[in-house]
């Protein structure tokens, strides 16, 4: 097993360092350190550079505007990324949509969508939770009544991330009612936001930020065009959409830079007449941190070299890095949370509106950063996961 970077690799690896230090804009930049939210103007100019430079979708293939990098270049992309404070795209077009497309997709369809989503031109957003389907997402109401050669798509989702931006909407509804398996009877559509009988509205978090959304439908016209695989056979679509997300949620790059950010705050922050870092409690919590963030690292590269000998995708037990990637998260942001103490308050608690205050953006963080243990199935689920396919338990 290898797990060290040729010289080949830590060459590609300086040259996508300097890219980044020299290509992502300042004010998007500074954003992404102050965990500020992002425009779709911020996403849209970033996008555009990336397909300018030919990096908007890295892991595609050459014939559809990929790079035709190997598995461990676009880890490595991946990874640099995070740490030049360099905003990941929404990956619901170009990682999520495009993935099942090319696996599942008409040439119709490839040929009208994937150009448009390697430029940024749509921006894409996920139709899966309901106000009753969410872990169980096999439970979906959302009614699509086929007619002749449309649907008519009748129901609700929820949770939906970045509604406000999105063109075109991927869906899992139920084409199907009479079915023994909740699984059977659901089909993936493509619907188009700007469709007649479409409302979005939005969430408003207890931070006052707006992410998510409320998606309603009613009465919405869609062509059958627009059925990806399978009528009834969208579950199928699901479980390979799914699967794809976990790879890459390890974010190992991120973690690191925000992890040296919570060094150098802690070393400003005064607890007992003297730094937080100088605490034994707190010093003790931030060493397990790196510890498990650099065996974290090394578990992603045994999966990198399994991958790169094999040229398959990684087994079940990928699940490994979605649950420790997630949790190291989740911690950061905890002791983020207790080095900054009382000014982390939210905005309005502060009694002042200073939108330049970057402490008070660490309260958002930690609230917002507990859903990365639930979405592409919650950790639980992943410890089945690796229970059942993994040690056959």
């Known amino acids: 097993m290898d797990l060290s970077y040729s010289p080949e690799e830590m060459t590609f690896r300086e ?30 100019s970033w996008h555009g550079i990336l397909a300018d430079k ?16 190997n598995v461990t270049q676009r880890y490595i992309f991946d990874e640099e990324f995070g740490a030049a404070a360099a905003p990941a795209l929404p990956p619901l077009g170009p ?4 993935s099942v497309l090319m696996k599942f997709g008409t040439d119709v369809q490839k040929k009208k969508f994937l150009p448009r989503i390697r430029t940024g031109e749509d921006f894409w957003i996920q139709g ?21 050669d449309h649907y008519v798509v009748n129901g609700q989702k929820i949770w939906t991330t ?47 930020g707006h992410e998510v959304n409320e998606v309603f439908f009613k009465d919405v016209i869609v062509h059958k065009e627009n059925l990806v695989f399978e009528e009834d056979k969208g579950w199928t679509v699901a479980k390979y959409l799914l699967g794809h997300e976990r790879m890459n949620s390890a974010r190992v790059g991120i973690s690191r830079r925000e992890l040296k950010a919570l060094k150098n705050l802690a070393a400003t922050q005064i607890k007992n007449n003297r730094p937080l870092i100088e605490d034994t409690r707190f ?6 941190i790196e510890i498990e963030l650099t065996a974290l690292e090394i578990t992603a590269m045994r999966f ?58 660490i309260a958002p963080r930690y609230f917002n950063f507990r859903k990365t243990s639930i979405y592409a199935g919650s950790n639980e689920i992943q410890r089945n996961i690796i229970a059942k396919m993994t040690l056959g338990l």
């Open 15 to 44: 040259e996508v360092q300097l890219w980044l230090k020299s290509n992502v804009p300042e004010h998007i930049r500074q954003k992404v350190i102050r965990y500020q939210a992002l425009t779709r103007d911020d996403y849209n």
């Open 54 to 69: 030919g990096w908007s979708v890295p892991h595609w293939p050459v014939e559809w505007g990929g790079t035709g990098w």
């Open 95 to 98: 990682h999520m949509c495009a």
């Open 128 to 148: 899966y939770s309901e106000p009753s389907a969410g872990s169980d997402l096999a439970a979906i109401q959302t009614k699509a009544e086929r007619i002749a």
């Open 162 to 208: 970045l509604g406000q931006f999105g063109d075109w909407i991927f869906c899992l509804v139920r084409t199907n009612f009479k079915v023994e398996k909740k699984q059977d009877g659901i089909s993936f559509l493509l619907i188009d936001m700007k469709t007649p009988g479409i409302t979005v509205r939005p969430i408003i978090l207890m931070d006052g």
């Open 283 to 288: 010093r003790d919590r931030l060493a397990r």
């Open 304 to 361: 990198l070299d399994r991958m790169r000998q094999a040229g398959q995708p990684p087994g079940a037990d990928v699940s490994v890095l979605k649950i420790k990637g997630t949790e190291i998260q989740q911690q950061i942001t905890e002791l983020m949370m207790q080095s900054i103490g009382l000014k982390a308050l939210p905005r309005h608690s502060l009694g002042h509106h200073n939108w330049d205050d970057w402490a008070a953006e």
